[in-house]
């Protein structure tokens, strides 16, 4: 079977031609802390934050170097813009390829998915038929506002104590929760970096399956 064909997207130009819109958005992304919502959709309508996910599951799959540029032309517009798509960037990006495929292809077939993360271990998870009850606050998830999913780490604990890999290490998971399921705690007051939307992330006994870890 012969392999499909690449078709390869030029970002950066598209970047580039999303430089006076993001400018145009820059003080209202100051004063609400947060991205336009106008911003967003263009970003996603271009495929922006997902540049750096698998192209196996729709993905840009570009190489570091055209990442890094495609951010530092949105960055040279207005820097909390450009900052809140870097992290918007890595967390689609590395979610995709730490994912089920069966579930990324499904998950990343939205044109506007955005995700969220804060990938310190911050939540408590305890196991729970086929998956984990979780809870936590996490901070400083920038572009939590426009995200489906929010992405967080988790210390494993068994009978009220934290639970360890045979190695003696502290057992990690990370966990994907939908936008229904997570809080977003409004405390990013700032006076640097005001737009992009950096507030805390909390999550009470929310039952998260396998799938999702």
Known sequence: MPLPMVIEVDYLSRARDLQDLVRGGADEAEAERRVADRVVAAFCDAGLYKIAAPRAIGGGETDPETQIRVIEAIARADGATGWTLMIGV??????????????????????????????????????????????????FASGCDAAQYFWGQCIVEQDGERAHEEDGRVRLIECVVPRAEFTIADTWRVSGLRGSGSHDIEIDDVWVPSSHV
């Open 90 to 139: 890595e967390n689609v990006g590395i979610l995709g390829s730490a994912l089920d495929p069966e579930l990324a292809r499904r998950l990343y077939a939205d044109p506007a998915l955005v995700v969220a993360g804060a990938l310190n271990p911050l939540g408590r998870a305890v196991g729970e038929g086929d998956g984990f009850r979780i809870s936590g606050r996490w901070p």
